[in-house]
């Protein structure tokens, strides 16, 4: 491996599928025909690591392997696959990703088609200009039809499928052929190895060991061990510890050349430090640019975590400092809610990202959690001109003392088939937005652009727009600017008392609607307890609506005999750990929906 | 009462019937209808199931059977000279008395005059009547093969041939039937005058004809406040009558208490034989250890034709068993505790598991400190050292323990 690697027998790739079209387990076959995953680590679905990212069928963290193939034409190449997180809150992560590569694998379901979450990748690898081809996977299954399949690949995106690659990853078909495939429409890498250092971050995360841990891919120079590095965004200036690249296990290596895809550790303390997306350069002899599209993330999407048994607050605050040190956009601070008690105030990159953080927490440090509905950053200014950024509805000041609401927009794209462009636009409009351009890229597809406050995209936009377009359309956003909106803070009381936690800004003219719904579906909701639930929604003073559940009158059993016994106390057993789920608020149990009962409403 | 004597151990036995004429559309008991029921083979199973129970359980011919209970099914069905073999063999292996409470379990379809006098000269001593109402209407309802006038007859029967112990069964919440309705059937009952009768209110089973009319709206049951007012009608009624309310669904006559009953009620050791049947058998200290056993449960095998097959072939028809822990055995002495009228003995509580009954309700997060959730409508009470529910705590029963 200390070898000098020809970068023109690199070729770096990744994989854009939809969910379930099996590319986890094409990448192990790739892993398994090029020898890298041994029978021992044949456990399936290899490149997705993490519990819940094999659950989910989701990757979260990106994952790379490089394999050594000899092809027919007897050469041996370097090929580097680069696994993506497979989700819009991640887009930004995705497009670093992708930019790592020169080229990419769609993977198509033989039978299902082309389906709409690959699109949104789809569309970013082909911005970002990587060279396509599709493999057409499950060609096995009975209902495999591919020429169908083919034309739908040429007329919904416009690729060539003359050469496309007939696989089945379970039965081990087509592997080579896809092997070959990558070596020839792949496009090797190309830059100078003896240029400054110009490499890309794409990952990162925490090892216990060596501390932070950088995923890059080199475009120019070389990166060595022991050298003095330079991380361009932050300025921060490191010396190589270790360099490695994952087999998929990792292997270290004595340097990385222009085209290669591996790790670097540099004794970096937290993941805040490395931005993805930024460059790294030699602090010796500096590149003059960074490489092109770096952002910054930030948090948007803000929201409580409170555990439901106080006792658990110091667990939860130690999961969250290891949670951090993996991921830099997921940002917590102490908060103190009159319902819920003590518990933080934390920042996702979207709704996705906040449900991953919630089930991470829950499952891999066991604590029993309830978040507060989503909610955005707003920038109030006061009468007396003082600005505050209030993330946390409840802290919004009291109405007299606000001079202005400011609430942050976005620019929404979404691809679309064009007969759902009607359904798209009314659903967008609903939702505030003002349209900004529809082009059509096909007479079949068509992208639609809306500005949009981001408030309502964080709510269930993304899951409405995908049942009104059947799965078919993508989307993807981006922060815009602030602006003023006609907005109040809507109050929820349970039996007469505000609850702090169940406050949210909503636009006035929406008001009355919003909290007539919101307290229908919380009577939903809340289950019946032994005496009557109010519920009311108001703004201010001003009561809106009124919902009660009524008391429990009767729950008896009636039989109870010997053989009921063991029967009858399972069930008051499954009965009372349902009620550990629940946060008391004052003497009212509140089910984890009921906070974010406003997911749940128009 | 109830004190176990020393060096002495009593049990319950319990014998299960497993087959009807006809299932009931409610019923979700392990019981087949129809075919032609193996009786002999049945019997002969349950007698080696007996033997095999006791030997394993270390049970000699000291331990004493309180009460012997044939439930079902329908064993009024089941030829009476059976019974008289399987409550024989109890008593060739087992202590048995004149005390020795038998129970078996008729319906007024299939229990004549003829089979009654058999059964009592083989010992049964109570019947327990499966009448479940007097009004024809609930009767069609409910599915019932009999009359008002069978259930009163077989009543007067086994009156004639001289039980002076009868149960009898009532169904409270039958769909589309009025309060009123029901007020009748209670006072006929009365005035037939049985020592015991358990009310149930209607409970609809998974999987049964019930729950799927249930499910395609065919059929409605009574609203919560119906519910509530046939519960507390029975109390009123039954009590002004001279029945002790004992259990949630139990009434008797002074000291007519089903003993069978009372004994799973109160953590009792019983021994349940043949399909579906269950047994317990209370821990006992373990020597050289501070831990403590806190029993077994175990059932068998639901299906009749799995039981005998196993049974002959000299294997086991033990289902699943559990081991009970002490979570587990507090749980069930609350729930079947409170369940009882007398309630729990609050002392005898404390020493057996460490820590009040209020303590343990507060720690399963079921009262909030100071027994407040309780107390929000007055569901439970402490008096004479024993906690008790209230009627509102026993209509509320389930949100208690």
Not at chain 1, 155 to 184: F, N, P, R
Not at chain 1, 210 to 216: K, S
Not at chain 2, 188 to 211: C, M, N, Q, R, W
Not at chain 2, 276 to 295: C, M, P, V, Y
Request: with cysteine; aromatic share 8%.
């Amino acid at each position: 491996m200390a070898k000098k690697i020809d970068s023109s027998k690199i070729r770096n790739f990744s994989i854009v599928a939809h969910i379930d079209h099996g590319k986890s387990t094409l990448s192990d076959r790739l892993l398994e025909y090029t020898g890298a995953l041994g029978d021992r680590e044949k456990k399936d679905q290899f490149m997705d690591k993490m519990e819940l990212e094999q659950e989910r069928g989701v990757t979260i963290k990106a994952q790379t392997a490089r394999l050594n193939y000899t092809a027919d034409d007897g050469e041996t190449y370097m090929l580097n696959l680069i696994d993506t997180p497979g989700h819009v809150d991640f887009s930004y992560e995705v497009s670093r990703s992708l930019s790592a590569c020169e080229g990419a694998l769609l993977i198509v379901d033989a039978s299902q088609g082309v389906e709409a979450q690959t699109l949104a990748h789809l569309y970013t690898a082909l911005d970002l200009g990587l060279e396509i081809f599709p493999v057409l996977n499950k060609v096995d299954l009975p209902s495999a039809e591919p020429e169908r399949v083919k034309e739908e690949i040429e007329d919904i995106l416009g690729l060539d499928t003359s050469e496309a690659v007939l696989a089945s990853a379970k039965q081990g078909i087509g592997i080579k052929e896809t092997l070959e495939a990558i070596v020839k429409f792949v496009p090797p890498p190309t830059g100078d190895p003896d240029g400054p250092l110009k490499a890309l971050i794409f990952d990162s995360w925490y090892d216990a060991y060596r501390g932070v841990v950088v995923q890059v891919r080199v475009f120019e120079g070389t990166i060595k061990k022991g050298m003095k590095i330079r991380f361009m965004a932050t300025g921060m200036e490191y010396e190589v510890d270790v360099l490695g690249v994952f087999l998929p296990n990792p292997f270290y290596v004595d340097s990385l050349s222009v085209g290669e895809v591996g790790f670097v550790a540099a004794s970096i303390k937290e993941v805040r430090e490395t931005n993805v997306g930024d460059t790294i350069t030699g602090a010796e002899n500096p590149t003059d640019g960074p490489l092109e599209g770096y952002k910054q993330v930030h948090p948007m999407v803000f929201s409580g975590l409170y555990p439901i048994d106080s006792v658990q607050y110091e667990n939860l605050k130690e999961a969250m400092v290891k949670l951090r040190l993996n991921d830099s956009a997921f940002t917590y601070e102490p908060e103190t809610s009159l319902a819920l008690g003590f518990g933080f105030r934390c920042g996702f990159l979207g709704l996705f990202h906040m449900e991953i953080i919630q089930e991470r927490l829950e499952r891999e440090y066991g604590l029993s959690l309830i978040t507060t509905a989503p909610t955005v950053i707003y920038k109030v200014t006061k009468v007396n001109g003082d600005v505050v950024d209030v993330e946390n509805p409840s802290t919004l000041p009291p109405v007299q003392s606000i001079a202005k609401i400011e609430e942050p927009y976005i620019i929404a794209t979404i691809h679309a088939p064009s007969q759902y462009l009607g359904a798209v636009m009314t659903l967008c409009e609903a939702k505030r937005g003002t349209q900004k351009g529809i082009d059509y890229i096909t007479t079949e597809r068509v992208v639609i652009t809306y500005e949009m406050p981001l408030n309502e995209v964080v709510m269930d936009f993304f899951d409405r727009l995908k049942t009104l377009t059947k799965g078919y359309a993508s989307l993807d956003y981006e922060f815009h600017d602030y602006k003023e909106g006609k907005l109040v803070k809507l109050d929820i009381l349970i039996n007469g008392e505000a609850v702090d936690a169940l406050s949210i800004i909503v636009p006035k003219d929406k008001a009355v609607f919003k909290g007539r719904e919101i307290a229908a579906k919380m009577k939903e909701i809340i289950h019946r307890q032994m005496f009557e639930v109010i519920i009311q929604a108001a703004i201010g003073t001003k009561i809106l609506s009124r919902e009660t559940v009524r008391a429990l009158r009767k729950n008896v059993t009636a039989k109870c005999y010997g053989g009921d016994i063991t029967r009858k106390r399972k069930l008051l057993e499954k009965q009372k750990a349902g009620k550990r789920r629940m946060k008391q608020v004052g003497k009212v149990e509140l089910p984890q929906d009921a906070f974010l009962a406003v997911l749940k409403v128009d | 009462m109830n004190v176990p004597r020393l060096n002495s151990k009593t049990i319950g036995l319990y014998l299960h019937i497993p087959y009807c004429r006809k299932k009931c559309p409610y019923c979700s008991f392990a019981s087949t209808a129809g075919g032609l029921f193996p009786e002999k083979e049945y019997t002969e199973s349950l007698k080696l199931e007996l033997e095999k129970v006791l030997k394993n359980e270390r049970l000699d011919k000291d331990t004493k059977v309180e009460s012997i209970y044939f439930g079902g099914g329908t064993p009024s069905l089941f030829t009476p000279s059976l019974i008289g073999e399987l409550i024989d063999t109890a008593r060739s292996l087992l202590t048995t008395s004149a005390e020795t409470e038998i129970t078996l379990e008729i319906n007024p379809d299939s229990a004549t005059k003829e089979g009654l006098r058999e059964l009592k000269g083989y010992g049964v001593n109570r019947l327990s009547i499966g009448l479940q109402s007097l009004n024809n209407q609930e009767l069609k309802t409910l599915g019932r093969l009999h009359t008002a006038d069978q259930a009163t007859g077989a009543f007067k029967d086994a009156r004639d041939l001289g039980f002076t112990n009868i149960g009898v069964d009532i169904i409270s919440g039958v769909p589309q039937s009025s309060v009123s309705e029901f007020a009748e059937t209670l006072d006929k009952v009365i005035e037939l005058g049985p020592e015991h009768i358990s009310v149930y209110g209607l409970t609809i089973e998974d999987k049964t004809p019930f729950a799927r009319a249930m499910d395609n709206g065919s059929l409605i049951l009574p609203d919560e406040e119906t519910e509530r007012e046939l519960f507390l009608m029975t109390i009123e009624r039954l009590e002004a009558a001279d029945f002790e309310h004992y259990e949630i669904s139990n009434f008797a006559r002074p000291s007519r208490q089903s003993r069978h009953n009372t004994r799973y009620w109160s953590g009792g050791d019983y021994i349940g034989l043949g399909a579906s049947a269950h047994s317990f058998i209370k821990g006992r200290a373990l020597e050289n250890t501070t831990d403590r056993d806190f029993g077994r449960r175990w059932w068998n095998v639901t299906d009749a034709a799995d039981y005998i097959r196993l049974m002959e072939a000299n294997s086991s028809s033990i289902s699943d068993e559990e081991r009970i822990t002490k979570q587990q055995v507090i749980s069930e002495a609350i729930m079947l505790g409170l369940r009882q009228t007398r309630g729990i003995d609050e002392r005898a509580f404390k020493e057996a598991f460490q820590g009040s009954v209020q303590e343990h309700l507060v720690q399963k997060g079921l009262l909030n400190e100071a027994g407040n959730l309780a107390s929000v409508k007055n569901l439970i009470y402490s008096s004479n050292g024993r906690l008790r529910l209230t009627k509102e705590g026993m209509l509320l029963s389930n949100e208690i323990y």
